[in-house]
């Protein structure tokens, strides 16, 4: 991909947005209208920053700045969890349920067959997507970085399945929907860059 790192920007790209709940006396319409006029923002200066650099990512995955207290560099990451399209390839989509019970061995093959320079995500990739996450205050119960917890996202076994993943970007994760995070192991998703 011929990425480099981002450094010295002063803004972050939203990994997952949160509806927060808090007591601040601001309705749940304003602090919506906010954080989409936020995602908006994060949106127009991420397209700047991969038209000035080149960067691409492939249909159904999403740009991530690098950081460099991480060791990561810009990469494109699976929007949604990996679904197995039926004949044995990997694809992010909101429909369908994510691929589970395949080996690491199987995994790294077919993650490397996903795209151009496509691999399972790495540990100091992964941790990238997460301190983006904590970064977000929209992604904070509170509604500031710290204040509250961070919703994980269909945890709780109710429904005893997995839901259906929203093709809305301006929905994220809600306390209606999520549970608070939890130290978990994620899905990794294919990650390339």
């Not at 990994?15 to 936020?38: F, H, L, R, Y």
């Not at 991530?64 to 990561?72: E, H, K, M, R």
């Not at 199987?106 to 100091?124: D, F, Q």
């Not at 509170?142 to 919703?151: F, N, P």
């Amino acid at each position: 991909m011929g990425a480099t790192s981002a450094g010295g920007r002063s803004t972050r790209s939203p990994i997952c947005i949160t509806e927060w709940v808090s007591a601040t006396g601001i309705t749940n319409q304003a602090k919506t209208a906010t954080m989409q006029s936020d995602l908006a923002q994060w949106k127009r200066a991420a397209d700047v920053h991969k038209t000035r650099n080149s960067i691409e990512c492939p249909v159904g995955y999403v740009f991530v700045y690098g950081n460099s207290t991480l060791g990561t560099s810009e990469f494109c990451v699976m929007k949604y969890e990996a679904k197995n399209d039926g004949s044995g390839n990997a694809v992010s989509t909101a429909a369908g349920t994510p691929w589970v019970s395949i080996s690491q061995t199987n995994a790294i093959a077919v993650a490397a067959a996903a795209c151009s320079g496509c691999h399972l995500l790495t540990e100091a990739e992964w941790m990238t997507l997460a301190a983006d996450v904590l970064s977000v205050k929209h992604n904070w119960s509170g509604g500031a970085v710290g204040s509250g917890h961070i919703y994980q996202g269909h945890v709780n076994n109710n429904p005893a399945s997995s839901l259906a993943a929203s093709t809305n970007d301006s929905q994220g994760c809600s306390a209606s929907r999520a549970a608070p995070a939890r130290h978990q192991a994620p899905t990794a998703p294919a990650s390339c860059g």
